[in-house]
């Protein structure tokens, strides 16, 4: 799939998952994350982790051809490819799970 026709996720990541003082950590655990997801369904996907600072901004974001897509419109993208949004996402959640996991373990 080209570049242009792949899916945009921005993910905004809790500094909170980090544990108490995630705060200090979430701007190194994204950098990281960001490099571990570059191998993570990149045939569909182009990926953006950050922390999330404004608790009033979504935590998943699609956009295809830098156009914002509403999660319905997300839904029909992967519907048109063959894929399940709710699957994708839950495998996104388990994948950023062990990465925090693994973080945590190194601290």
Known sequence: MSVERKIAVLCRVEPGCLGPDGREHIEAFCA???RAMQHFDVDIATWILTPRYDKTLEEMQYSVANKLLSHAQATQYFAL?????????????????SLITLYLARK
């Open 81 to 97: 490819i063959g894929r399940d949004i709710d699957a994708f996402e839950e495998r996104f959640q388990d994948k950023l799970t």
């Open 32 to 34: 990281l994350a960001q």
